[in-house]
């Protein structure tokens, strides 16, 4: 079973810059993709960016494009999330996500990820 364990979020005001990262352990060479999603109150949770684990392709949401920036160093099983000019509206929980299945692309759904990270809180103020 794999695990995610998140690190970093915070409070920031906007145009600011937060780094958040997330440590993968166990059968890390079964994952096929990692990604980042974000749940705001009141809202449904939804996809911020992903990542390939092998293939090393990206996608982004339209809201963060530009902004934020997913990489991956394999080595050391880490997933870090860059995001640069932040807004009020990026305030959410935020979850990084892995999966096991080659679902033939960067996969964009929560349903499509076995393993969830515990959240953090991001906050930006206006």
């Known amino acids: 079973q794999v695990q995610l364990v998140q690190s970093g979020g915070g409070l920031v005001q906007a145009g600011g810059s937060l780094r958040l990262s997330c440590a993968a352990s166990?059968?890390?060479?079964?994952?096929?993709?990692m990604g980042w999603f974000r749940q705001a109150p009141g809202k449904e949770r939804e996809f911020v960016t992903a990542i390939g684990w092998q293939t090393g392709r990206k996608a982004y949401a339209n809201s963060v494009e530009g902004r934020f920036t997913i990489s991956s160093d394999n080595a050391k099983n880490t997933v870090l999330l860059q995001m640069n000019s932040l807004i009020p509206e990026d305030t959410a929980v935020y979850y990084c996500?892995?999966?096991?299945?080659?679902?033939?692309?960067?996969?964009?759904?929560?349903?499509?990820?076995?393993?969830w990270g515990q959240g953090t809180q991001v906050t930006v103020s206006p």
């Open positions: 166990g059968p890390t060479f079964s994952l096929n993709s």
């Open positions: 996500a892995g999966t096991v299945t080659d679902w033939r692309g960067v996969p964009r759904r929560p349903g499509e990820y076995e393993y």
